[in-house]
């Protein structure tokens, strides 16, 4: 008791006697009250399971103890039979709860479904996208941040390039040449192993031209430094130092308009801080 309040919790199951005393001109008095306490059931609702994201057949969840629970949670009906949900082959993580009633005390225990991602060739890549140069992935030197389909197993990445296996859960790895590179991840579920194959990992080299030819023939019409995939600040200056183009967020799209042709010198910083300088000559 806590003054007036009777915690159940505290006092535990069994029967107890609770005893109210007052006291007035007459004398003192007693009265006494009878509180039983039920105790909570205690279910399991049996081992985890793991399935193959493809399985969708409904099947009858069993090893939950005692008997006359409730089932409750995404794919389960109340008397526990379960349909696994459609992930589109991603597969996921479900929980699923068991609810038993005694002498009006609910007590629930969980259970978890795997469903094992299927394998997948050319699973997209969950990467910022390269907006400069968008057929590469990035340029090197790149680092490339990976995450498993499903999460909650065990890992081996295969990177492409020759580097050692990682085995962490989302590692991130850095590409330090151009090429294309075929990543792979070996993922274990339980018993389950799943081989993910991943779009190519397309990492571009970085150059800058040191000419461009502004003739109108369509041909290297204007400045297109491959930099960055970030947005860029480009100046441009001539040999005397006086600045004739800047902007902030360069388009590609410098062809020295109302310039003669000649050496001009650039500089080009991205939005993380990555700077180059060079010359690029002008010629009509």
């Not at 006359?68 to 696994?84: A, C, E, L, Y």
Request: hydrophobic share 30%; aromatic share 12%.
């Amino acid at each position: 008791m806590a003054g007036n309040v009777f915690n159940p919790q505290q006092a535990g199951a069994g029967t107890h006697t609770l005893t109210y005393s007052y006291s007035d001109s007459l004398g003192c008095g007693t009265a006494s009250r009878v509180i039983t306490v039920n105790p909570l059931p205690t279910p399991t609702a049996g081992p985890n399971l793991t399935l193959c994201a493809y399985e969708t057949q409904t099947l009858t969840l069993t090893g939950a103890t005692p008997t006359g629970g409730t089932w409750s949670g995404p794919g389960v009906t109340p008397d526990g039979r379960f349909t696994p949900p459609d992930t589109k082959l991603r597969g996921g993580i479900f929980t699923l709860r068991y609810t038993v009633t005694e002498n009006g005390c609910a007590a629930s225990a969980t259970r978890q479904v795997v469903l094992a991602p299927s394998p997948t060739v050319n699973f997209p890549l969950s990467v910022p996208e390269c907006t400069n140069f968008p057929q590469y992935t990035g340029l090197a030197p790149f680092t490339c941040t990976f995450e498993p389909v499903l999460t909650g197993g065990s890992y081996e990445w295969d990177f492409g390039d020759g580097s050692p296996i990682s085995r962490e859960e989302k590692p991130s790895h850095l590409y330090t040449a151009a090429g294309t590179y075929t990543v792979k991840l070996t993922a274990r579920y339980a018993n389950c192993t799943v081989e993910t194959s991943f779009v190519p990992v397309i990492v571009g080299d970085v150059f800058v031209p040191n000419i461009i030819t502004p003739n109108h023939d369509t041909k290297n019409e204007t400045f297109i430094p491959r930099f960055s995939c970030r947005p860029a600040t480009l100046r441009v200056f001539s040999r005397w130092g006086t600045k004739l183009y800047e902007t902030d967020n360069y388009r590609n799209d410098w062809r020295a308009d109302n310039l003669p042709d000649g050496t001009y010198y650039y500089h080009l910083k991205d939005a993380d801080g990555r700077s180059i300088k060079g010359w690029v000559t002008v010629q009509r």
